[in-house]
């Protein structure tokens, strides 16, 4: 069995590569990015947006709607032949905040993002209408991708809540607004900040769907029922940072994220007992959390199952952690900011840092990894170096923002993550 897979895995990889070459021509960058090939995908050095023509992109600069300088991406998605890549409005001059870049056209190496589904649903403080602040997004196997709004405008002290927190989520294969929520009042406090979504479909189907959102700054986590179209938040501890994981040294800075909790989210597959385990950690924090969703999914058992959280092993030093995906085999990966680098654990092993490998490290192309997904064998990376954005200012002759991509197999290969038992689904 394992002979078997491990054969059609490496068809499957070798397919891709192909594949990617043939169509893109993009570069490969041998060992220069690590210890497995990485391969440049997309390169920016300022975002820039599909206007219908050039003088309208000129009016909306002259106007203040487009500064080139202030856009910067914080996470992607794929679905078909549709990148995702969303753009907080953190300052001034964002013209949309949910957008894609198309597959299967050339666009070259920095294509001009789209706004998706169109410009007017991109309005910020459109309320119910267009989106104003849309950070990770999540499409699931039903052709759904999941946003939710955050209705902010501003970061930290300029933050003003234009509009309430509300999921959208989108039918892919008609570009329509499937369903709109409103999160309760009771759901969020005065500090929340949610950068962040899981996607749970149970065995029941597309209907079987939960939303996991974690609320940052304001320590909880919401739940939300796709089939009962109601939410309810639930806290522990384990949400909150650790006081002493709070100093960060990225891109030549030195700053302090104190306060940042639950922030990376990852779903395992379907266990024996029907029910996944969500993997989760506080951004500052070398420690991992897990919880069955069978606790999630109930919202009276959700309020009192303090014992029913687990904590995992520290992942060691250097090893601050937002975005982690889990694919369908039981494999993690997470990126390490403080490392300009990415990691893996297989879940068949106990999570200790002797069963974690780093599959992909880079002091310039990896500074901040924001944003990490693996779809079909591969894994997608963006950075965008966003302390230096936040803290200092970017070099806006240098390219800033990339997306990278490589194979799940080849960055695996060698590695503990490459060991544990295979499943094959
Ligand atoms: C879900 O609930 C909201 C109110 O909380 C309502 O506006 C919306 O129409 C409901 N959607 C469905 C599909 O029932
Ligand atoms: C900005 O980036 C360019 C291109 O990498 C480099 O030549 C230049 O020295 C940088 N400027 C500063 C101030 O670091």
Not at 318 to 333: I, K, P, R, Y
Not at 354 to 372: E, G, K, S, W, Y
Request: hydrophobic residues 40%; proline residues 5%.
């Amino acid at each position: 069995m394992r002979n078997y897979c491990i054969w059609n895995c490496i068809l499957v990889s070798n397919f891709l590569l192909l594949r990617i070459g043939n169509v893109d021509g993009i570069q490969i960058w041998g060992m220069q990015f690590g210890r497995a090939p990485l391969l440049e995908k997309f390169i920016w050095k300022k975002m820039d947006f599909a206007y219908p023509d050039e003088r309208s992109r000129q009016l909306a600069i002259a106007s203040g709607e487009y500064v080139p300088e202030n856009s910067l991406p914080v996470g992607i998605e794929i679905w078909r032949n549709k990148l995702f890549v969303t753009i907080p409005r953190w300052r001034d001059g964002i013209p949309s905040t949910l957008n894609y870049i198309p597959l299967d056209a050339n666009q070259g190496r920095s294509p001009k993002l789209i706004p998706y589904p169109n410009w007017a649903q991109n309005k910020a403080g459109d309320c119910g209408i267009g989106l104003t602040t849309v950070y990770r997004i999540h499409v699931d196997i039903c052709d759904r991708l999941w946003v939710l709004d955050t209705g902010t405008i501003g970061i930290d002290d300029t933050t003003v809540q234009v509009c309430p927190y509300t999921l959208n989520v989108f039918d892919l294969t008609t570009d329509k607004l499937l369903r709109q929520y409103r999160l309760r009042s009771e759901d969020i406090n005065q500090n929340t900040f949610i950068a962040n979504i899981a996607i749970d479909l149970g065995k029941g189907g597309c209907n079987d769907a939960f939303a996991y959102m974690s609320d940052e700054l304001g320590y909880g986590l919401i739940v939300y029922s796709w089939q009962q179209n109601t939410s309810w938040r639930i806290t522990h501890s384990y949400f909150m940072p650790d006081p002493l994981a709070g100093d960060y040294n990225i891109g030549g800075l030195n700053f302090q994220w104190g306060t940042e909790g639950i922030f990376g989210m990852s779903l395992s597959p379907i266990l024996a007992d029907g029910y996944r385990t969500l993997f989760f950690h506080p951004l500052s924090s070398y420690r991992e959390f897990a919880v069955s969703t069978r606790i999630l999914r109930d919202q009276q058992l959700s309020q009192n199952s303090y014992h029913e959280f687990q904590i995992l092993s520290s992942r060691g030093p250097l090893s601050h952690c937002t975005a982690s995906v889990m694919d369908e085999n039981g494999l993690q990966f997470f990126n390490l900011i403080d490392q300009n680098a990415i990691g893996c654990w297989n879940s068949m092993l106990p999570y200790t840092p002797i069963n974690q490998a780093i599959v992909a490290r880079h002091d310039d192309a990896l500074i901040f990894p924001a944003d990490i997904k693996v779809k079909r064998g591969l894994l997608w990376i963006m950075s965008d170096r966003m302390p230096i954005f936040l803290l200092s200012s970017l070099n806006y002759t240098d390219v800033n923002f990339r997306i990278l991509i490589m194979p799940v197999q080849t960055a695996i290969a060698g590695t503990v993550c490459d060991n544990g038992p295979v499943e094959i689904y």
